[in-house]
Every structure is written in C-alpha cells, then in structure tokens.
C-alpha cells in the first residue's frame, strides 16, 4: 500500500536501487522498517515509493553499502 507523505516535501533526491530520499520542511517522526527504532528527522528513505515503507538515514547508507551501490 502507497501511503501519503505525512509533510510537504521540500525535495526529493535521484533514487538510488530502489529507494530514494526525500527531504522535508519540519521534521517528522516515523519508524524504521530495517532497525524498528523511531526516528525524528527532515530527511527519510522510501523503499519502491510506498510511504509506508520508510528507512532513517543510517539504515538507508548501510543497505546501499551492502550492495555496492
């Protein structure tokens, strides 16, 4: 399910695999579908854009180091 972007989107970022970054205006708090931990943070991974399926920024570096990317 593709859920909304919960914030207005001040830019996105070019994908990279199948995830890309998304910048927002304010923080949001969300909860990381790798590490599980809530997260608050401007800057959130989506993975095959389906906003319920979001990475903090951590988690995001170590799964595209993981593949080379």
């Known amino acids: 399910m593709n859920a909304k972007p919960p914030r207005k989107i001040i830019k ?3 994908p990279k ?3 890309r970054q998304h910048r927002f205006a304010e923080s949001v708090t969300f ?3 790798k590490c599980g931990q ?3 943070s401007k800057l959130v991974a989506i993975y095959e854009e ?3 399926r979001k990475f903090c920024n951590g ?3 170590y ?3 993981k593949k080379g990317t």
């Open 12 to 14: 996105e970022y070019p």
């Open 17 to 19: 695999d199948n995830f």
């Open 31 to 33: 909860s990381c579908c």
């Open 38 to 40: 809530s997260k608050t």
């Open 50 to 52: 389906d906003w319920s």
């Open 59 to 61: 988690c995001y570096g």
């Open 63 to 65: 799964l595209l180091s």
